[in-house]
């Protein structure tokens, strides 16, 4: 199993500012991920972090908003840009092992709250 | 289009009773289903999947699940229920055909162990 940590584990940011959070694996992983748990609601997938190239985007999320870089394949960042107080919620990275039938591992959450 | 249905919001049960979380999906071929547990505070934590085989899988912590796919249900079960197994419990389906990687997850649903 993969171990995934993330920073910072929680932030408190003003309107109009932008938060990068960081995804560390502990060992190499094929697929990374990034979704967004908005406050009583489930997992929304963000987008599919690609190694050396552009993030996969999935529908209602952009880049513009949500720029991602995975330079490694131990290591991805998100962005949340020029938030809102919408942009409140737990931002979760996770990673998939070398085949699709392995099961997801999590980070433990950024919990982002924008006032 | 995939999709994942988690129909009880909350499910109470008195503590060394059996427990079940239902749920529900849809999707084109053969699907991967996982289930996982969300603890307050935490990130998610891996249960248990159904790839293939046994249509009766077994888990972490003494859950296990059902895969009936004319029902299309992956009921998530657990004989004796413990105090400490109250969390936010997440079905979540994977289409791998596209071999994307994506998971798609249910609403979630909250699970009230009274002692």
């Known amino acids: 199993s993969a171990v995934i940590s993330q920073k910072p584990s929680r932030d408190i940011c003003q309107r109009g500012t932008s938060l990068t959070i960081q995804c560390q694996v502990d060992?190499?992983?094929?697929?990374m991920f990034w979704y967004r748990q908005q406050p009583g609601q489930s997992l929304t997938l963000i987008a599919t972090a690609n190694q050396g190239s552009e993030a996969t985007y999935e529908s209602g999320f952009v880049i513009d908003k949500f720029p991602i870089s995975r330079p490694n394949l131990t290591f991805s960042t998100l962005t949340v840009s020029n938030m809102s107080p919408e942009d409140s919620s737990i931002y979760l990275c996770?990673?998939?092992?070398?085949?699709?039938?392995?099961?997801?591992?999590f980070g433990p959450g950024t919990r982002l709250t924008v006032l | 289009a995939q999709s994942v249905a988690q129909p009880e919001d909350q499910v109470n049960v008195a503590e060394g009773n059996p427990l079940t979380v239902k749920c529900t999906y849809s999707v084109s071929g053969n699907p991967y289903l996982f289930w996982y547990v969300q603890y307050p505070n935490r990130g998610l934590q891996f249960l248990l999947k159904?790839?293939?085989?046994?249509?009766l899988v077994k888990g972490s912590y003494g859950f296990e699940a059902e895969f009936n796919k004319s029902q299309t249900s992956f009921h998530l079960k657990k004989p004796s229920a413990l105090v400490s197994d109250s969390a936010l419990y997440f079905c979540a389906v994977r289409d791998p055909s596209g071999n994307t990687g994506k998971l798609i997850f249910g609403q979630g649903t909250t699970l009230q162990v009274k002692p």
């Open positions: 996770s990673a998939l092992g070398e085949t699709s039938y392995n099961e997801q591992f």
């Open positions: 060992s190499q992983v094929t697929m």
């Open positions: 159904y790839i293939t085989g046994d249509n």
